[in-house]
């Protein structure tokens, strides 16, 4: 599943350059997780690096974008490839 940012957000910049997949953005509140691009830094770390970095605790898993490790390791495999 992907993950996604809450209105507890305090805008303070650390999870955008974390992501290794681009998919943390300014949204026009608070940052936003694109589900598309979002695989949990399956592929490229153990842990998001955007919940590690996070002050606040406010980056969950989405219930609105369930996926599997393997679906999120497929993903992966798609976004490296169009590199």
């Keep these: 599943m992907s993950l996604f940012i809450t209105d507890e957000c305090i805008n303070c910049d650390v999870c955008e350059p974390e992501c290794p997949n681009s998919a943390i953005t300014q949204g026009e509140e608070i940052y936003e997780i694109d589900p ?6 399956v592929g490229h770390f153990d842990e998001p ?4 970095v996070c002050p606040v605790d406010c980056i969950p898993e989405d219930p609105d974008n369930v996926e599997s490790q393997d679906q999120l390791k497929a993903k992966y495999d798609v976004l490296m490839a169009a590199k």
Excluded: H, P
């Excluded at 598309?36 to 830094?41: H, R």
């Excluded at 690096?49 to 590690?52: H, I, T, Y």
């Design 49 to 52: 690096q955007c919940v590690e």
């Design 36 to 41: 598309q691009l979002c695989t949990e830094c």
